[in-house]
């Protein structure tokens, strides 16, 4: 009975000994603004959100700045979720799947 009190004691000693890991914190990043993010997707170092009406944003720099990149997807249209297969980013809305290829989307930046 008092071997596994000594061995989380033991545990916690260790891990309160390295306070660095305690110091994470979360960044919020600079957009995209005035829209709700519903969905995120990663393909490499691009960083796509799927909105609530305001489509697809790209960001190629860990969220410092988004670029609209929801050509073709009709106005309004609410992304419920993003997924990458491939060499395509699909996204799902409330009556259909979209699919969009990755060169299209990050060429036109």
Same mark, same amino acid.
Do not use: H, Y
């Given at each position: ?15 309160l000994s390295f306070p660095q890991w305690a ?13 709700? *993010? =519903?969905? #995120? &997707? @990663?393909? /490499?170092? %691009? +960083?796509? $959100? !799927? ?6 944003f790209l960001s190629t720099d860990n969220g ?14 609410? *992304? =419920?979720? #993003? &997924? @990458?297969? /491939?060499? %395509? +980013?699909? $996204? !799902? ?5 979209c699919r969009f290829p990755l060169s299209d ?5």
């Amino acid at each position: 009975m008092r071997r596994p009190a000594t061995i989380f004691l033991v545990s916690m000693g260790i891990l309160l000994s390295f306070p660095q890991w305690a110091g994470a914190q979360w960044v919020q990043t600079s957009g995209p603004t005035g829209c709700d *993010i =519903l969905a #995120l &997707a @990663v393909s /490499g170092t %691009n +960083l796509f $959100a !799927g909105t609530e009406g305001d489509g697809v944003f790209l960001s190629t720099d860990n969220g410092a700045s988004w670029t609209a990149a929801s050509s073709g997807l009709p106005e309004d249209t609410e *992304i =419920l979720c #993003l &997924a @990458v297969n /491939g060499p %395509n +980013l699909f $996204a !799902g809305t409330g009556s259909s799947v979209c699919r969009f290829p990755l060169s299209d989307i990050i060429l036109k930046k």
